[in-house]
């Protein structure tokens, strides 16, 4: 499999449980973000890894936890959410710095719905 | 700090015309790049489109061109006989070359038209 796979595609869940986001790349990337994408919002940067390393924290509240294992995987840790919280959650990975064509690969999101 | 610009929230276009998305950006720093995605209704980003900073020629990919105008900042999208597949939201995004934040812009809806 190639690309940049998410999972689930849909989630549900209510406001006292906690669930996980996976995304998996399988490009060679270093670097992997988590992109949060509300209606009529531009995209908001959540988290930045390069090399397993958090490079950014775009103040993210702390019912969100971000986990990168590996430069392949990235997990986004959900707890105690808020129904504002419901959006597409995307990530992405790309090459990392440097010059030339460094486009970010997005995976197909997560639609998560908060209840 | 970097931003961009997109002022058409929304656009028609009749299919077989070609149509033209905006987007202006800033910067302070000399490198970047510049990108465009599109976002169908299904959610997934595409990437469609790539200009350097430093790149002379204006970038093409197949139906899609960017209009580069480093001058004025602005990198508009160019799409070529229109399809009604092309119907999506249209995102235009930079990056700076020694950064690793991609920034986005609000976003353009084009409609194609039959």
């Known amino acids: 499999e190639t690309g940049v796979t998410q999972t689930p595609r849909h989630l549900v869940m209510g406001m006292t449980n906690k669930k996980s986001l996976k995304c998996e790349q399988h490009l060679g990337h270093n670097a992997m973000y988590w992109y949060k994408q509300s209606a009529k919002k531009p995209l908001e940067l959540m988290f930045v890894?390069?090399?397993?390393?958090?490079?950014e924290n775009n103040s993210v509240p702390s019912r969100f936890s971000p986990e990168c294992p590996n430069s392949s995987h990235l997990f986004l840790h959900l707890h105690t959410l808020q129904p504002e919280d419901s959006a597409l959650y995307l990530c992405?990975?790309?090459?990392?710095?440097?010059?030339?064509?460094?486009?970010?690969?997005f995976g197909q999101g997560t639609r998560l719905t908060v209840v | 700090a970097q931003k961009i610009t997109q002022t058409q929230p929304g656009m028609f276009v009749q299919e077989k015309e070609a149509v033209t998305l905006d987007c202006t950006y800033d910067?302070?720093?000399?490198?970047?790049?510049l990108f465009w995605y599109k976002q169908p209704s299904s959610g997934e980003m595409i990437f469609l489109i790539y200009?350097?900073?430093?790149?002379?020629q204006n970038a093409t990919e197949g139906r899609y061109s960017l209009n580069f105008q480093k001058a004025r900042k602005s990198a508009n999208l160019v799409i070529s006989a229109s399809q009604l597949g092309d119907s999506a939201m249209y995102f235009c995004a930079m990056r700076e070359v020694y950064g690793q934040n991609f920034v986005f812009g609000p976003g353009t809806r084009l409609s194609a038209l039959p």
């Open positions: 200009q350097g900073s430093y790149d002379e």
């Open positions: 910067t302070s720093d000399q490198s970047y790049g």
């Open positions: 890894y390069n090399f397993k390393e958090q490079t």
């Open positions: 992405a990975s790309s090459r990392g710095q440097g010059i030339g064509n460094t486009e970010a690969f």
